[in-house]
């Protein structure tokens, strides 16, 4: 969920406008209540713009936090948590769990424009 809010973020950004209709207006209503959007498009410079950017990042890294927060001292990350307290549970150690938080952590790196962000996580490697 990080992962597709960051993107949508950064998608918006190199649009250089959002748009609320019926469709996307309970996404927004949701994810960016604060920025008080109205069925309209609102270009990259406009309060209501930034504040929908913030508040999706915002989000994203929420989600990030959560996992923080119920991941073990070790690492080891689950296939799933419980929906009812949050524990690892599942599958432990699969591949797609440890890339998926690669994949959202790339996709902060775009919103954020680190765009060097790839190489020093390669670069980590070799350290």
């Known amino acids: 969920m990080a992962q597709y809010l960051y993107s949508v973020a950064s998608e918006y950004q190199n649009a250089g406008s959002l748009t609320v209709n019926n469709v996307t207006a309970p996404f927004f209503a949701y994810y960016a209540p604060k920025a008080g959007l109205k069925s309209k498009t609102y270009s990259s410079n406009t309060k209501e713009f930034a504040s929908v950017i913030a508040s999706l990042k915002g989000w994203g890294d929420a989600y990030i936090r959560r996992i ?5 001292a070790g690492g080891n990350l689950a296939e799933e948590f419980n929906r009812n307290d949050g524990h690892a549970q599942g ?3 699969l591949t ?3 890339a998926s938080l690669l994949t959202a952590a790339f996709a902060r790196a775009t919103l954020s424009g680190d765009g060097s962000y790839v190489q020093k996580i390669a670069a980590l490697a070799y350290e």
């Open 68 to 72: 923080k927060y119920h991941t073990p």
């Open 96 to 98: 797609w769990s440890y």
């Open 91 to 93: 599958a432990f150690d």
